[in-house]
Structures are given as C-alpha cells and as structure tokens.
C-alpha cells in the first residue's frame, strides 16, 4: 500500500462494526502560483500583525483567545480548555447513520473529498467489506466528522480500490436557486435552435479527462516570472484578451448552425454565392493593373 501522509487518525463506525481508518487529502495545491504583496521600493514582503481598537494595539499570541459576538455587539470568551470540553463523537469517529442512492445529493452540496484509508492490517478487511457493500447497492454512507474544529456533513463512497469522503455543505449554507433565477424569463423557445444545441453536445460529447485541460494562467504566470528573472522584458500573458475568438456573432441561430458544421439554408445560399462574386471582383478594385504601374513609375 502506498505510504500517504494523513492528517486525521479515527474510526468508522457502522453499527457495531468499528475499523480504524486516517484521512488522506485527495487535493493537490502544486499547480497553483503563490503570489505575494509585497513592498515596491525594499521588495520586503507584507506581513500582517494581529490587532486591537482603534489604536491598532499589537496584541501578543498569548492574549488571543476565542470569541462568540452577541448582539449588542460584545463577546462571550471562550477560553481552549472550555472548547475542549466540548466532546463531540466525530472528533474521533466517523459514525454511518444512514445510506443514500448515489444520484439523490445535488453535486452543489459537496465540498471537499477526502481519501480514506485503513490503519492498520487488521482493519483492511472491514474496510474492503464496507467498500464492496457500497458499490454493489450502488449507495452513498452518510455521517458526521469533526475536521480542524468543524463538524462536517460527510457522505462516503467507493473511489477506485478504496473509499472517498466527501464534506458536504449544510442546507443552511446552499442559496435557494428558484430564487436567484426568479428573473429569468419563461417564454416558450424555438424548437429548431434547441434541436441544433443538443447536436452540438452530441457532437462533442466524450468521456471525462481532467488531463487533457491545462492551467493556462499558472503556466503564463510562471513564463513571465522566468523571463523576469532571466532580465528580459515582460511580455503580454498569453490569451490576454477577454473577447472570444472568431468576432462578434449576433444571430444565435447562425452560431449554431457553424459550430455544427450545417449548411445554409438556401436563403442563405444566394447571398453566399453573391458575396464570392464580390470576392472575386475585389481584387481588380484594390490592386493597380499593370499598365497603371507603368504609368506610375514613369513619373
């Protein structure tokens, strides 16, 4: 098994099977560039100090503890032994209490994923157990997890040879989306152009490979550093512009019927043919014949 540095050590607990299990993150920040504020004349980085009213008295970090802000605008201090004793089961364990259909979560509640894996030999049984239970009924665990002092909404899942957990956001944390679209209009559509969408999408629809898109941005950002450092001259980041490529297209339907490589209609067709006349007569218009550039040079 391969050696994963965790950062959360537990149990998973289904009924009364308990199996220890640690959390591995399953994000990477390695392709995202790091920049920093910093000062112009000492090119000294910005450092930010903890402070206090309006004096801005620098306050020590022996002096900083929790607060909960009341309405009237104090605080109740909390002080770290008090929080600890608040003793939450899923600091240490993370309890399936109910089962799920896969497709039942709408994907704008999931959050963070995270890779679970078994501590120890004695638990990977359990754990391949629990994992092949799961695919098979083809069903989402859901529980709770403290994570860095927060209790998160989890669902847990089969990834590969393993299992994933994902935080999920509380109903309280997710807007109400009929009421963010409330504006947008109901008028009926016209079928053709529908029609022309959905064989678009045909057309380009493919299995899902994360590999095949790149960070344009970080890997601009970090040609510019480079030719920086090396002492040249800074250049424009590439895609620069914020106009899309091709012009400006204002009939929806044409854009349609050119991104799916449908012929115009035959409307269309006499002013097609009708504008490459135009082209061929535009040279005779713009270039000199050769008698005038004769003419020309005896001058």
Same mark, same amino acid.
């Given at each position: 098994?391969? *050696?994963?540095?965790?950062?959360?050590?537990?149990?998973?607990?289904?009924?009364?099977?308990?199996?220890?299990?640690?959390?591995?993150?399953?994000?990477?920040?390695?392709?995202?560039?790091?920049?920093?504020?910093?000062?112009?004349?000492?090119? @000294?980085?910005?450092?930010?100090?903890? +402070?206090?009213?309006?004096?801005?008295?620098?306050?020590?970090?022996?002096?900083?503890?929790?607060?909960?802000?009341?309405?009237?605008?104090?605080?109740?201090? !909390?002080?770290?032994?008090?929080?600890?004793?608040?003793?939450?089961?899923?600091?240490?364990?993370?309890?399936? &209490?109910?089962? +799920?259909?896969?497709?039942?979560?709408?994907?704008?509640?999931?959050?963070?994923?995270?890779?679970?894996?078994?501590?120890?030999?004695?638990?990977?049984?359990?754990?391949?157990?629990?994992?092949?239970?799961?695919?098979?009924?083809?069903?989402?665990?859901?529980? @709770?997890?403290?994570?860095?002092?927060?209790?998160?909404?989890?669902?847990?899942?089969?990834?590969?040879?393993?299992? !994933?957990?994902?935080?999920?956001?509380?109903?309280?944390?997710?807007?109400?989306?009929?009421?963010?679209?409330?504006?947008?209009?109901?008028?009926?559509?016209?079928?053709?152009?529908?029609?022309?969408?959905?064989?678009?999408?045909?057309?380009? *629809?493919?299995?899902?490979?994360?590999?095949?898109?790149?960070?344009?941005?970080?890997?601009?950002?970090?040609?510019?550093?480079?030719?920086?450092?090396?002492?040249?001259?800074?250049?424009?980041?590439?895609?620069?512009?914020?106009?899309?490529?091709?012009?400006?297209?204002?009939?929806?339907?044409?854009?349609?019927?050119?991104?799916?490589?449908?012929?115009?209609?035959?409307?269309?067709?006499?002013?097609?043919?009708?504008?490459?006349?135009?082209?061929?007569?535009?040279?005779?218009?713009?270039?000199?014949?050769?008698?005038?550039?004769?003419? &020309?040079?005896?001058?």
């Amino acid at each position: 098994m391969a *050696t994963a540095r965790s950062f959360w050590k537990g149990h998973l607990r289904l009924a009364l099977v308990t199996i220890p299990i640690r959390l591995v993150s399953a994000t990477a920040s390695e392709d995202k560039v790091a920049l920093h504020q910093v000062d112009r004349k000492t090119k @000294q980085r910005i450092r930010y100090q903890k +402070v206090a009213g309006e004096g801005g008295r620098v306050v020590p970090q022996s002096d900083i503890v929790q607060g909960y802000e009341l309405d009237d605008g104090n605080y109740v201090l !909390l002080e770290p032994d008090e929080l600890d004793k608040l003793k939450l089961n899923t600091r240490h364990t993370v309890e399936l &209490t109910e089962f +799920v259909e896969a497709c039942s979560i709408d994907p704008l509640y999931f959050d963070n994923p995270y890779y679970v894996l078994p501590d120890g030999d004695v638990a990977e049984e359990g754990y391949r157990i629990i994992r092949d239970a799961l695919r098979a009924t083809k069903k989402y665990g859901i529980g @709770q997890l403290t994570i860095r002092g927060r209790e998160n909404l989890i669902a847990m899942k089969p990834c590969g040879d393993g299992l !994933l957990i994902e935080t999920l956001r509380y109903a309280s944390e997710v807007r109400d989306a009929d009421a963010i679209f409330s504006d947008i209009g109901t008028g009926k559509l016209r079928p053709e152009l529908i029609d022309m969408a959905k064989k678009l999408i045909d057309e380009r *629809t493919r299995k899902f490979d994360p590999s095949e898109f790149k960070n344009h941005y970080a890997e601009a950002l970090r040609a510019l550093v480079k030719e920086k450092v090396a002492g040249g001259l800074a250049t424009e980041v590439a895609g620069g512009s914020d106009e899309p490529s091709g012009g400006t297209v204002i009939d929806f339907m044409e854009a349609l019927r050119r991104s799916t490589g449908k012929s115009k209609t035959k409307s269309s067709g006499g002013r097609a043919k009708t504008a490459a006349s135009a082209q061929k007569r535009e040279p005779t218009k713009r270039e000199p014949s050769k008698a005038q550039k004769r003419k &020309t040079r005896g001058r």
